[in-house]
T-cell receptor
């Protein structure tokens, strides 16, 4: 089983719609969680951290379910500029107790005018 | 602000050649990472480092070597380049332990092995 799994999509969504992505992780000891955004041929950039109680940043809502080991991202009122690949990232303990960031394969989103 | 700087941005190598991808960061981050991203795929961890003098293998270390002699620099060495190493390489850095472990990425090195 992969450490972090995402539906690769693509998701083609009309402008103004709501879209949701899920991500599952295998290591129950994982400590922190993030959503990154990657535009075509660019480097990934942090979109938002995911807190245990859930958190919101404008049109974006992230939630964490530790019992089921999944993370979600909800985008409301989608804009053309939201078209990108969304990467689920988990901070897991590696060998010798060190931490490492593990990336999912990403979910590709295209907003259609 | 410089952040994470990678050089070169593009490179074409012949099979069997070697090269070093350079990465430097000016944020005094302890953790540094090398990822590769194949077309249409996610990021795969090659090597990472938790501080100067300490490195560990990631998911796909074969064919690569790293060193971390300073906090700022984390070069990635390719020996005997193979077509399977054609990819985009990203270097990243982050703070050490804590819930807010945001990673900052360089702009990537696009490598083609022919």
């Amino acid at each position: 089983r992969k450490e972090v799994e995402q539906d690769p999509g693509p998701f083609n969504v009309p402008e103004g719609a709501t879209v949701a992505f899920n991500c599952t992780y295998s290591n129950s000891a994982s400590q922190s969680f993030f959503w990154y955004r990657q535009d075509c041929r660019k480097e990934p950039k942090l979109l938002m951290s995911v807190y245990s109680s859930g958190n919101e940043d404008g049109r974006f809502t992230a939630q964490l379910n530790r019992a089921s080991q999944y993370i979600s991202l909800l985008i409301r009122d989608s804009k053309l500029s939201d078209s990108a690949t969304y990467l689920c990232v988990v901070n897991t303990a590696s060998n010798f107790g060190n931490e490492k960031l593990t990336f999912g394969t990403g979910t590709r989103l295209t907003i259609i005018p | 602000n410089a952040g994470v700087t990678q050089t070169p941005k593009f490179r074409i190598l012949k099979i069997g050649q070697s090269m070093t991808l350079q990465c430097t960061q000016d944020m005094n981050h302890n953790y540094m990472y090398w990822y590769r991203q194949d077309p249409g795929m996610g990021l795969k961890l090659i090597y990472y480092s938790v501080g100067a003098g300490i490195t560990d293998k990631g998911e796909v270390p074969n064919g690569y070597n790293v060193s971390r002699s300073t906090t700022e620099d984390f070069p990635l060495r390719l020996e005997l380049a193979a077509p399977s190493q054609t990819s985009v390489y990203f270097c990243a850095s982050s703070y050490s332990r804590g819930w807010s472990t945001e990673a900052f990425f360089g702009q990537g090195t696009r490598l083609t092995v022919v």
